[in-house]
């Protein structure tokens, strides 16, 4: 009954403000703004872990496209314990800062849905058109069923099946707990069991694609995989990241940009410190702070992480401790090369404080000769084997918040059509051609033109992958 009333005064308190003061933006009708602050209110509030990811399990933002069909299932262990051989290996020089909590597994399997329309292309005999789809949630909270709008959507305009999993959550699973799960996947795709009802899919026909977290946490997939080459993993046809979330530092300029109209909050303190003490929390913390013991006493290994990562006020990140912020698989802006990667799509909102972090990894995929990563890193490119640019196609929309494909904007739907169309580009469903690498400002007529001035001024940012002074 509270939580009712709280949800009925903030339905009236936003319906005025929206006819008195007017939207946040002259785009935003009244349903998207009662939406987006629907969405703020999950962050504003003062709860536990715990409390969050349970309010969050149950909000259900639009519902499931008409026509769409849902089955739910669950990836055996075994794909898990396949996708460790590969990650033992990339991540034996972050080894001694991981939780190796990550490898003891505490359920049967992955949680997972198909999200498809019958009749699509697989059963016509057309391309097995497959999206692997990662969801946000800043690694801590969401599930699978909260983008079910988004997922049955892309379901329908690219005419796809779509692969949707619920990967462990932080903090009580860090990382690599999620790209565990998410390499787990796209394993079984590329070898199911003889009773998941289709045969080994061709990587060159699946699409990884996610927002927010699940944005960072794809384009990570893709390193790894990238990384992993030598032991025998496919490149996948593609990645799209919508909103991705690539630097857990929180370095870039728009993350403290009060003129964003975000819903996102400043996140210049991170998103570990906001919460009431709960059990999750505390046993973090006390983990964090044996990690660090542990390193400064023993000596496990080199120090990956830069001097402003020791904060005496604690953790930036619920997915990772500090001394682990820069590894390229939990930020992939910090990569020490972004070339070699499959064809990219990434699109941002104006308006959102992720802004300028998508900026910087599109002209880094693109030209990673041109843009280099945090000063930390210096010549540490030169030595790296990925020094082919990515084939990269960057979009920012007009006036739109972070993770805007949740309501329905003009925007929303040109970014569906391109989306459509970039999958049947990389699956070669019509033998279009690539284009070459772009960076696009999308407007609210749809009509494209070159960045903005606003756009830019990340390019001069001297401290890339070092977070911002808290006050």
Same mark, same amino acid.
Not at 100 to 129: A, R
Not at 239 to 261: F, M, N, Y
Not at 409 to 431: E, G, H, L, P
């Given at each position: 009954?509270?939580?009712?009333?709280?949800?009925?005064?903030?339905?009236?308190?936003?319906?005025?403000?929206?006819?008195?003061?007017?939207?946040?933006?002259?785009?935003?009708?009244?349903?998207?703004?009662?939406?987006?602050?629907?969405?703020?209110?999950?962050?504003?509030?003062?709860?536990?872990?715990?409390?969050?990811?349970?309010?969050?399990?149950?909000?259900?933002?639009?519902?499931?496209?008409?026509?769409?069909?849902?089955?739910?299932?669950?990836?055996?262990?075994?794909?898990?314990?396949?996708?460790?051989?590969?990650?033992?290996?990339?991540?034996?020089?972050?080894?001694?800062?991981?939780?190796?909590?990550?490898?003891?597994?505490?359920?049967?399997?992955?949680?997972?849905?198909?999200?498809?329309?019958?009749?699509?292309?697989?059963?016509?005999?057309?391309?097995?058109?497959?999206?692997?789809?990662?969801?946000?949630?800043?690694?801590?909270?969401?599930?699978?069923?909260?983008?079910?709008?988004?997922?049955?959507?892309?379901?329908?305009?690219?005419?796809?099946?779509?692969?949707?999993?619920?990967?462990?959550?932080?903090?009580?699973?860090?990382?690599?707990?999620?790209?565990?799960?998410?390499?787990?996947?796209?394993?079984?795709?590329?070898?199911?069991?003889?009773?998941?009802?289709?045969?080994?899919?061709?990587?060159?026909?699946?699409?990884?694609?996610?927002?927010?977290?699940?944005?960072?946490?794809?384009?990570?997939?893709?390193?790894?995989?990238?990384?992993?080459?030598?032991?025998?993993?496919?490149?996948? &046809?593609?990645?799209? +990241?919508?909103? @991705?979330?690539?630097? !857990?530092? *929180?370095?870039?300029?728009?993350? #403290?940009? /009060? %003129?964003?109209?975000?819903?996102?909050?400043?996140?210049?303190?991170?998103?570990?410190?906001?919460?009431?003490?709960?059990?999750?929390?505390?046993?973090?913390?006390?983990?964090?702070?044996?990690?660090?013991?542990?390193?400064?006493?023993?000596?496990?290994?080199?120090?990956?992480?830069?001097?402003?990562?020791?904060?005496?006020?604690?953790?930036?990140?619920?997915?990772?401790?500090?001394?682990?912020?820069?590894?390229?698989?939990?930020?992939?802006?910090? &990569?020490?090369?972004? +070339?070699?990667? @499959?064809?990219?799509? !990434?699109? *941002?909102?104006?308006?959102?404080? #992720?802004? /300028? %972090?998508?900026?910087?990894?599109?002209?880094?995929?693109?030209?990673?000769?041109?843009?280099?990563?945090?000063?930390?890193?210096?010549?540490?490119?030169?030595?790296?084997?990925?020094?082919?640019?990515?084939?990269?196609?960057?979009?920012?929309?007009?006036?739109?918040?972070?993770?805007?494909?949740?309501?329905?904007?003009?925007?929303?739907?040109?970014?569906?059509?391109?989306?459509?169309?970039?999958?049947?580009?990389?699956?070669?469903?019509?033998?279009?051609?690539?284009?070459?690498?772009?960076?696009?400002?999308?407007? !609210?007529?749809?009509?494209?033109?070159?960045?903005?001035?606003?756009?830019?001024?990340?390019?001069?940012?001297?401290?890339?992958?070092?977070?911002?002074?808290?006050?």
């Amino acid at each position: 009954m509270v939580e009712f009333l709280k949800q009925l005064l903030l339905l009236i308190s936003i319906t005025i403000k929206h006819y008195l003061n007017g939207p946040p933006r002259p785009s935003w009708n009244l349903r998207g703004h009662i939406f987006w602050a629907k969405f703020a209110s999950l962050f504003v509030s003062y709860k536990t872990i715990e409390e969050m990811q349970r309010a969050s399990f149950n909000f259900r933002p639009a519902p499931v496209q008409a026509g769409v069909v849902i089955n739910e299932f669950k990836i055996d262990n075994k794909y898990r314990n396949e996708a460790k051989v590969h990650l033992d290996k990339i991540l034996k020089p972050y080894e001694h800062v991981l939780d190796p909590e990550w490898k003891n597994l505490k359920d049967d399997g992955i949680i997972s849905q198909w999200v498809q329309v019958p009749n699509d292309g697989w059963e016509k005999g057309g391309v097995k058109k497959t999206i692997l789809y990662l969801h946000g949630g800043g690694y801590f909270f969401f599930t699978k069923e909260t983008y079910n709008s988004i997922t049955s959507s892309l379901a329908k305009i690219a005419n796809a099946k779509v692969l949707v999993i619920n990967y462990r959550l932080a903090p009580q699973n860090q990382f690599p707990a999620a790209l565990h799960d998410a390499l787990a996947a796209y394993l079984y795709l590329l070898n199911p069991p003889k009773d998941a009802g289709f045969e080994p899919l061709n990587p060159k026909n699946i699409v990884i694609a996610g927002d927010s977290a699940g944005g960072g946490l794809s384009l990570a997939l893709g390193l790894a995989i990238r990384d992993a080459r030598d032991t025998g993993l496919p490149s996948c &046809a593609g990645i799209i +990241g919508l909103s @991705p979330w690539v630097d !857990l530092t *929180a370095s870039t300029p728009s993350i #403290l940009d /009060d %003129e964003c109209a975000d819903y996102l909050p400043n996140l210049k303190g991170g998103g570990a410190a906001h919460f009431l003490e709960s059990q999750a929390s505390k046993e973090y913390k006390e983990k964090d702070a044996a990690f660090v013991a542990k390193i400064k006493n023993q000596n496990l290994g080199p120090k990956i992480w830069h001097d402003s990562f020791d904060r005496p006020e604690g953790r930036l990140q619920l997915y990772v401790t500090n001394k682990g912020l820069a590894i390229p698989y939990v930020s992939p802006m910090l &990569a020490e090369s972004l +070339g070699n990667l @499959p064809p990219l799509l !990434l699109i *941002a909102g104006d308006d959102e404080r #992720l802004r /300028d %972090e998508a900026i910087y990894f599109a002209h880094r995929s693109a030209e990673p000769t041109k843009y280099k990563g945090p000063s930390y890193n210096a010549g540490k490119f030169e030595k790296s084997p990925f020094q082919t640019p990515t084939n990269t196609t960057f979009e920012i929309y007009e006036e739109m918040p972070h993770d805007f494909q949740f309501v329905d904007y003009v925007c929303t739907k040109i970014s569906y059509d391109r989306i459509a169309k970039f999958i049947d580009r990389v699956t070669n469903t019509f033998n279009e051609p690539f284009l070459p690498s772009s960076y696009n400002f999308i407007n !609210l007529k749809g009509e494209f033109s070159p960045l903005k001035e606003r756009h830019k001024k990340v390019f001069n940012w001297e401290k890339i992958g070092i977070p911002h002074e808290m006050n």
